[in-house]
């Protein structure tokens, strides 16, 4: 019998991502509550108690309700939502972060699938405070842009509305309060909260991030190699990963550190640049925020939990 799939907000922009993403998977029953019946709380228990797996991608309330909703003890969950990313008897859904995270996923009950801005800093600044390279109280400043489909259909609708009189470059955030902060100081291993600038970009997908690092105060100060090093080590250590470590080079520009160079894809892949004479260096992430950052990450874990390949 097939696994029973339920994407509870089907309609979101995640949502109709990973319905794309699994049009043509024959080996699943993609199971959807009838449009007249949408809008009924006890439709939507209905049809997560019937899945074998429920994806959610909602808001966060709407999110934790949905888990609420859950009375039996088989079905499985992918929380899409920023609800339980940092939750106990949750399993972070980014399956790099670690050698051993993959069989945890496959073997969790509960997947909290990861933001999009917070896996770049984390694949690149984890493997770094796991090897004793930057302590964990290091102070984090994570840069970067992404397209406007991360900020959801009302952004979507206003950037398209636009058009080419859009922002080019929009800096948000600037509370300091962002969403994945928490995300990323848990899983990069960090004891104090880094500093996010993030910017949206006109351009509907994909992302770079960038974490420049300050490294003259540092007791030990690495080189750029070593920093290199310790990055292509932890991810040459997880079989069958999708995060690719480019060499290590020094370089005026890359015509790959392009936000749409991976757009479609669930792939990243991690820059490290250093000028050692001035004890400076900068950690890079090129990514899809809707693939490697959202529904891409969701199939991901999905078919981990199948038992499947990435």
Known sequence: MKPKIFIDGEHGTTGLQIRTLLADRRD????????????????????????????LCLPDDAARESVSLIENGTTRVIDASTAHRVAEGWDYGFAEIDKDQPAKIASAKRVANPGCWPQGPIATLRPLVAAGLLPADYPVTVNGITGYSGGGRTMIEDYEAKGESASEFLPYGLTLQHKHVPEIKVYAGLSRHPIMQPAVGNFAQGMVTVVPLQLGSLDYVPTGAQLHAAIADHFAAIKGGVVEVAPYEQLERVPDIDPEHYNGTNRMRVHVFANDDRAQALLIAVYDNLGKGASGAAVQNLNLMLGGGR
Not at 31 to 48: H, Q
């Open 28 to 55: 699943l029953d993609i199971i959807s509550v009838p449009t007249e019946r949408r809008k009924e709380k006890a439709a939507r228990a209905e049809y997560l108690n019937a899945a074998d797996i429920a994806i």
